[in-house]
């Protein structure tokens, strides 16, 4: 029976370089320091050792119930939206795409068991030293990677999740194609990301301070609209604050 880390690295895009593993998790970028192009202050600062220290316990949850407002989902909420909407079984693969700390990654590990395999993609070597220090299933792996372009092979896993990272990636439709390239016919994808008010004018937050942090407003309906565009179907949105969860599903029958 493979290992994680030899699973893993069966399910490689054909030609991907070794990598490093003397870290804990798969390394696919070495000394490069920033996942893809860097994008601004909120991505440089996941790098840091400090706010990975934070993360979990107050960073995300603080920051998280100001754009969700105070009748959004709390993060035990979000946690459990993702599960449900990916649907996951016993056996399957997960790719959590900007994992962080790996607080989904755990509990996708949780839903998964031990004959899934359950894989937190980031580019922070600080987020994911941070992910792995937290005890977890045994289908738990690590992988640093760009989400832009995934290093996972076409139709490798059943469903990705990617919370609060679409909208400071460099190229957000290239890492959709991303997304869709490594998602098996019939696999689900969940999201949470940015949604500006649709009855508002652009505040200086979309503009002046958006760009300083690297962070995008998505317009409501803008990525679902890019879902069903790549081709998913039962594309749903739901919405609180300046936040919004987009699920989609790829039809058995996407490739020939
Ligand atoms: C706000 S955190 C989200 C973590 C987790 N998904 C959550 O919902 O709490 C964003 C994460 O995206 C990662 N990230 C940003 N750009 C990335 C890229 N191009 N490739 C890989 N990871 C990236 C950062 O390192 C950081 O850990």
Request: aromatic fraction near 0%.
């Given at each position: 029976m493979p290992n994680n880390r030899e699973r893993l690295e069966s399910l490689l895009?054909?030609?991907t370089a070794p990598g490093e593993s003397g870290a804990g998790f798969l390394d696919?970028?070495?000394?490069?320091?920033?996942?893809?192009?860097p994008t601004g202050l909120a991505q440089r600062l996941m790098r840091t050792s400090a706010v990975p220290m934070i993360y979990e316990r107050y960073w995300r949850p603080t920051l998280g119930r100001v754009a969700k407002g105070l009748n959004g989902p709390s993060m035990a909420d979000e946690v459990r939206i993702a599960v449900e909407a990916l649907g996951l079984r016993p056996g399957q693969v997960v790719l959590d795409v900007?994992?962080?700390?790996?607080r989904f990654t755990r509990a996708f590990g949780e839903a998964v068991g031990p004959d899934g395999l359950s894989i937190g993609l980031d580019g922070s070597v600080t987020m994911l030293d941070k992910a792995l220090a937290a005890p977890s299933p045994a289908s738990v792996t690590y992988l640093r990677a760009d989400a832009v372009d995934l290093p996972l092979g076409e139709s490798t896993v059943d469903a990705v999740c990617c919370f609060a990272a679409l909208h400071m990636f460099a190229d957000p439709d290239a890492a959709l194609d991303s997304f869709a390239r490594a998602l098996k016919p019939g696999g689900s994808v969940v999201m949470l990301t940015s949604a500006r008010?649709?009855?508002?004018?652009?505040?200086l937050a979309d503009t002046v301070l958006g760009r300083l942090s690297g962070q995008r407003m998505f317009d409501r309906g803008e990525v679902a609209t890019k879902l069903t565009r790549r081709g998913f179907d039962q594309v749903e949105e739901r919405y609180s604050g300046v936040t919004q969860i987009v699920t989609g599903e790829l039809p058995v029958n996407i490739r020939p």
């Open positions: 895009r054909p030609g696919l970028l070495g000394e490069i320091p920033q996942a893809g192009p900007a994992c962080g700390t790996g008010h649709g009855d508002q004018p652009r505040k």
